[in-house]
């Protein structure tokens, strides 16, 4: 199998700056050649040098039409690479895109550039969604004088709950939710969600679970009882999208509920619980965990679905 480093994103959103600076670590050379395919060029030009140093053999696909398997596959019988990076054009379909069977990605990363990222969101979200649904890392930069950083974390989360997302300035890296920037207050011993709430409490658990260790929450969910799970465990949860349908998802973490096995699914209930990280093993490792106080049934919200873009 050939080891592919897909990296996507749209025109000047800093692709080609990720590669060069990667190419220049240390940590990355081989002794065998790289392949690198660019899908369109940007401002950043590869120094003959740098791929000189690297073993990185250039090649640009114009036209998305010629990006096909077959033609893959005879880019890489004539340079016999052992690895291939693939700068990608964000204005292309990614959904529709087929490399050859022996080619498996390794890793996927978007870059965005933070300045023109509401453009790109309100204009052209089904193409970013495409990008972001698979990638593992997603990479903001140019972030400098941006003040709502936390709102394009949540809407990109939404998407893609696993990846590593990095928002970077002229100085590095910087935090992309602050404590302060919650619509709740997590000096109290008691949260109340509300949609908003829910939502942005799910995807700050996800990163940031000592916030929330020993915090009572209370929300209203839907119940969720996944095949295979402990008989007194289920997951009280809310669907969420943030473009379309086929981003929707079910938001929710595994609870400890003595009268779960009553519970029936899709049955909506107001949920009183305390959060603590721990070993689950759906998690691959700890996550957060609820053990509920109290589940009452209750009517369904007004609004059933949570909807990250109007947040």
Sequence with gaps: MKTVYMINGFLESGKSEFIRYTLEQPYFRIREKTLLILCEEGEVEFDQKLLKSSRTILEVIEEEEDFTAEYLTALEKKHRPERIIIEYNGMWNFKEMKLPANWQIEQQITTIDASTFVMYFANMKSLLAEMLRASDMIIFNRCDGIQDLSSYKRN?????????????????????IMEDELPYDLKQDTLELDNTGYGIFYLDALDHGERYEGKELVFTAMVLKPKGFPGDYF??????????????????????????????????????????REYWADYGGEGPVLHAVSVKPCQAPDEEIIDFSRM
């Design 235 to 276: 997951v009280p949860g809310r669907m969420a999208m943030t473009c379309c349908v086929d981003d929707m998802a079910f938001l929710g973490f595994a609870c400890e509920y003595d009268g779960a096995r009553a519970l029936r699914e899709r049955d909506w209930v107001r949920v009183r619980a305390v959060m603590h």
């Design 156 to 176: 990109v989360k939404a998407i893609n709950q696993q990846a590593e997302i990095i928002f970077e300035d002229a100085n590095g890296e910087v935090n992309s």
